[in-house]
C-alpha cells in the first residue's frame, strides 16, 4: 500500500496531499475529505484543482496545435 493511500485510510487527507502535485489525485483526496467531513473548503479546493488540470491539458493541446502547424509550413 503506499504512502498516500495509507493516509487517507486514516483520514490524514493533509498529509496525503503533500505526497503528490497530480491534480487529479489531489481533487480526489479533496473531495474524499469533503464526503467524509463535510468540508466546504475541501470541496472548493477539489473544484480548483480540477480547474488547474484543465489548464494543463488546454496548454499541452495548444503545444499540439503549434507542433502541428509547424510541420504543416514546411
Known amino acids: 500500500m ?3 493511500r495509507a493516509l487517507r485510510g486514516k483520514g490524514q487527507w493533509n498529509e496525503a496531499l503533500e505526497l503528490t502535485d497530480d ?3 489531489r ?3 479533496l473531495n ?3 464526503l ?3 468540508s466546504a473548503d475541501a470541496r472548493e479546493a477539489a473544484g480548483r484543482e ?3 488540470a484543465e489548464a494543463r491539458l488546454a496548454q499541452e493541446r495548444g503545444r ?3 507542433a502541428d502547424f509547424l510541420s ?3
Do not use: N, V, Y
Request: cysteine-free; hydrophobic content about 35%.
Open 2 to 4: 503506499d504512502d498516500t
Open 64 to 66: 499540439t496545435l503549434h
Open 72 to 74: 504543416e509550413r514546411k
Open 23 to 25: 491534480p487529479f489525485e
Open 32 to 34: 474524499e475529505q469533503a
Open 36 to 38: 467524509f467531513t463535510g
Open 50 to 52: 480540477l480547474l488547474r
Open 27 to 29: 481533487a480526489d483526496i
